[in-house]
């Protein structure tokens, strides 16, 4: 649905981004990571309008960016406030209709969200009395409000305790479930994992990196197994493997080994039943995290 | 164009709707009419309502005249020792003794003035104009000539200025009633091009540090952000300006008929009536010469302004002169991070409005039709000033329109300019701003 080609921008003294292309695709929730000054925040304003591209294009449903598209996007920035004397129903209200709803659908949207949003009676509340949590939240809904295609959100857990994070978590992947798609900036590495269909990563205003979660993780698969188990044996000198670590656990052993050859797990456990009780028994897949930290080192 | 009505609405009526707007709004007629009462009071009871008693005590031979008591100050001889009376002053109830001794008539000196308490400024000016007058008045009648020639030498004159308007009629003017109208606009066109310039500083600013500008302008153009915020203002400004004059009108009439009495009304209307005769030229010369009330003179002065026209042009010139600046202050805005900052660009945005406040003052009101005071109000970063200020003295058309001609073609291209200043200026945080940076600024694509 949303495919950037080739994007350059250059500023003054530097170049933001450095021949940037990727696909977002329909309905799925995209990540755009990098560690920070990378070009994210750059790439976001080009895809919002914010700024133009010094070449390379964007192409949004198939038709070239532009000016109607502004009402179709939702974007929650990283540096995010409001305006402090105002009240947040009317806030919101002026939000939403900058984006386009007649007062009276917004207004019927806002009552909506706010209840599910458990900030209900919040209306004529001054955004200089809520705390910082309780102002992301109307942030995140005057994000959604106006019911964008694409929603880029930067950052949109920073600043939530535990209980709001996941709130706010299962409206994104309630949304998404109704086809909504998300681009998603973010350094938190485990809620990539958990939300993340794709992503790209952006290293120095390159892209180094992109693909599906999924088949990320699996090249990065290095034939490393992790047990638990009860028994006297070590597997020192096993011909299958090679053992990496080794650890106490709480009710016995643990060790993380490598496969050796052609050798299957299968074959490993095979060997081990005979020798130990197994207690637990799991491959050992890097995290997003590492491999985050493995190329931006690079 | 919807995006922007939006936006004009909410910097409207966030303003409109705060306190301080409504304190200023309601305060500052008030404030007005008060001093518009105080001018009332003085011109109907005169400043000095207490007479000085003085007691004189004269050693001088030459000078046997004696000093005339005004309504000011009583003089009375008196034929007592100096020393003896000065010992019982407290005691005696004369407020000064004037010790006249026997001076050389062509160099007065060793004149003392002895008080309870010490004389102002203005009673020994009194009192050496009124010896002044009587030591002339001797060496005049020295010379041979007589005292009825002295008494008809003694004239008491009240200048009626007019001037040939435009259509070639005769118009009764007063250039004191123009230099007070001129000083007027002056300072209200200089305050509200401050006042409102600011409000869009501030405005930005706030925006700024706040980061609501990332949401904003995800869903609209930075040009269309801050001309929704200017023209808001702007009309917040014209909000003022309406209900300030409205209020001004209404509480002056209303304190007018409360606390000025009935005679002293006539009197007000007997002195302005004295002054407008029906006969235009010598009669009314006559009266206006008769008249000892400069009150009535500029009042009828006033009336004959063309005060609508004052008030349309000085509109104008605020709009104008608002747009001028207040783009250049969103551009400032839009560079810094916070208010402290915004010192070193204040001062070159500052500098001409200053200048035009300061030299539309001085040399326009003193010369408003040379040279100074057309190229002041031509230049469109002085013209709002120099303009309104010229106006009450009478402008041709041709140099009105010029001028406005001018200013509007200013504010476009000031406006153009500073937009592309701030599309750039509002994402930039934390980075110290400098001219040469906004000189870069401009220059972006996009």
Redesign the interface.
């Known amino acids: 649905m949303l495919s950037v080609r080739n994007i350059v921008k250059q500023y ?1 003294g530097h170049r933001a981004l450095d021949d940037v292309s990727l696909e977002v695709e329909q309905g799925k929730i995209f990540g755009l990571l990098g560690p920070n000054g990378a070009g994210k925040t750059s790439l976001i ?1 080009i895809i ?7 070449s390379g294009e964007v192409i949004f449903n198939g038709q070239k960016l532009n ?1 109607n598209h ?1 009402n179709q ?1 939702g ?3 990283e ?8 009240e947040i129903g009317e806030q919101v209200l ?2 939403a ?3 386009g709803l007649s007062t009276a659908e917004a207004t019927k949207r806002i009552k909506y969200w706010f209840d599910k949003l458990n900030i209900g009676s919040w209306w004529n509340k001054k955004v200089e009395d809520l705390s910082k949590g309780m102002q992301q939240k109307v ?1 995140f809904l ?2 959604i409000i106006h019911n964008p295609e694409l929603i880029i959100l930067d950052e949109p857990f920073s600043g939530f305790d535990p209980v709001n994070a996941d709130l706010i978590k299962n409206e994104i992947l309630e949304l998404n479930a109704k086809g909504t798609t998300f681009i998603f900036s973010t350094h938190r590495m485990e809620s990539v994992e958990e939300l993340c269909d794709n992503i790209a990563l952006i290293d120095k205003s390159k892209k180094i990196l992109d693909g599906a979660v999924v088949d990320i993780k699996a090249s990065y698969r290095n034939n490393t197994y992790r047990i638990e188990f009860n028994g006297d044996d070590n597997f020192d000198n096993s011909n299958l493997f090679d053992v990496l670590e080794k650890s106490d656990v709480k009710d016995g052993k643990c060790i993380k080994f490598k496969l050796k050859g052609n050798y299957t797990a299968n074959d490993a456990l095979a060997y081990m039943i005979s020798k130990v009780n197994i207690n637990h028994f799991a491959e050992v897949i890097p995290s997003m995290n590492d491999i985050f930290i493995e190329h931006v080192k690079r | 164009m919807n ?1 922007i009505l ?2 004009i609405k ?1 910097e409207y009526l ?1 303003r409109v709707k705060k306190k301080s707007f409504l304190i200023m709004t309601f305060l500052t007629p008030l404030i007005i009419a008060g001093f518009y009462g105080l001018i009332i009071y003085f011109s109907i009871k005169g400043i000095n309502d207490k007479t000085d008693k003085v007691a004189v005590i004269n050693e001088n031979k030459t000078l046997t005249e004696k000093l005339a008591s005004n309504k000011n100050v009583t003089y009375e001889y008196v034929d007592k020792s100096f020393e003896n009376l000065k010992k019982n002053l407290n005691k005696s109830d004369y407020d000064y003794i004037l010790y006249l001794p026997d001076f050389n008539i062509d160099k007065p000196e060793g004149i003392e003035l002895i008080g309870t308490k010490q004389a102002g400024l203005t009673l020994d000016g009194r009192i050496s104009d009124s010896i002044e007058d009587l030591i002339r008045d001797y060496k005049l009648k020295k010379s041979g000539i007589s005292q009825t020639d002295l008494d008809n030498l003694k004239s008491k004159v009240s200048i009626l200025t007019k001037k040939i308007g435009n259509t070639g009629k005769e118009e009764n003017s007063s250039a004191g009633a123009s230099t007070i109208i001129a000083f007027v606009a002056g300072v209200l066109m200089f305050m509200f091009i401050m006042l409102y310039g600011v409000q869009v500083m501030r405005g930005v600013i ?2 700024k ?13 930075p040009f269309q952000l801050m001309m929704g915020k200017i023209i808001g203002i702007a009309m917040v400004g014209l909000t003022q300006f309406l209900l300030w004059i409205i209020l001004t009108f209404s509480i002056s009439a209303l304190a007018v008929s409360i606390f000025v009495s009935k005679e002293d009304a006539k009197k007000i209307v007997a002195s302005s009536s004295q002054v407008t005769g029906t006969n235009p030229g010598t009669q009314q010369f006559q009266a206006a010469a008769r008249s000892d009330s400069p009150f009535g003179n500029v009042q009828k002065s006033l009336e004959n302004l063309d005060l609508g026209k004052i008030i349309a042009v000085f509109v104008f010139y605020f709009l104008g002169g608002y747009l001028f600046y207040s783009a250049l202050y969103a551009a400032i805005g839009s560079a810094v991070d916070s208010e402290t900052e915004t010192q070193q660009f204040m001062m070159p945005v500052m500098m001409p409005l200053l200048l035009g406040y300061a030299l539309s003052l001085s040399v326009v009101t003193n010369d408003p039709y040379g040279n100074v005071a057309f190229w002041l109000s031509m230049i469109p970063f002085t013209a709002p000033i120099a303009m309104v200020v010229r106006l009450p003295y009478g402008v041709p058309g041709w140099e009105l329109a010029l001028s406005m001609a001018i200013l509007i073609i200013g504010f476009i291209g000031t406006v153009w300019f500073a937009a592309r200043i701030y599309r750039v200026g509002i ?1 930039m ?1 934390g980075k110290k701003a400098s001219f040469k940076e906004m000189v ?1 600024w401009f220059w972006y ?2």
């Open positions: 003054a304003r919002t309008q914010i700024t133009a591209p010094d000016s502004i996007i974007y929650l920035p540096e995010r406030g409001l305006y402090k004397k105002m002026y939000l209709k900058l984006k942030q005057a994000t | 995006k939006l936006i909410r966030s706030e925006e540090t706040s980061r609501i500008i990332e949401i904003m302008i995800s869903s609209v153009k994402l945080y870069k694509k996009g």
